[in-house]
């Protein structure tokens, strides 16, 4: 008695050529139907439905257990960024200051340079204002002299 194997992949491939036009077809009027775009129209906003509801009973969840939620993390980061530039503008102010800072120090230096040398010209005029008086004196003297 001699036994016959058959090829496994040949009974499926025969399978799948006389079955696929077939249930290509049926598929292709299913699909391009009105009722399977209603259906389909349906079960999405079901699918939405749902979904809104799940994210609203989480988030009721999040806040009583006390977890963050992503939205808490959105808005820290935006106190985040809102700080940092505040940070920014406050360092340009702050060097902004410390150049002015330097400015008038540097404009004390010159002052006090100045004040001193007026002191000294203050000095010296008195100090020729009183050889000049002196002066006078004597040519007043020697002129009464003579």
């Known amino acids: 008695m001699s036994t016959n194997y058959a090829d496994p992949f040949d009974v499926w491939k025969t399978l799948y050529q006389e079955i696929e036009p077939q249930i290509s077809k049926s598929l292709h009027n299913v699909l391009g139907s009105e009722m399977y775009a209603a259906l389909s129209s349906q079960l999405l906003t079901t699918m939405l439905q749902m979904e809104q509801y799940f994210k609203k009973n989480i988030e009721h969840l999040l806040q009583t257990y006390k977890v963050p939620s992503l939205k808490d993390f959105e808005r820290l980061s935006e106190l985040v960024v809102g700080i940092e530039s505040k940070i920014d503008a406050i360092d340009e102010r702050l060097i902004r200051l410390e ?5 008038t ?42």
């Open 99 to 103: 150049q002015e800072a330097a400015q």
């Open 105 to 146: 120090s540097e404009l004390r230096g010159t002052m006090t340079e100045l004040s001193q040398q007026l002191a000294v010209l203050n000095e010296s005029l008195q100090a020729l204002t009183k050889a000049s008086v002196a002066d006078a004196e004597a040519k007043q003297k020697r002129g009464h002299k003579n």
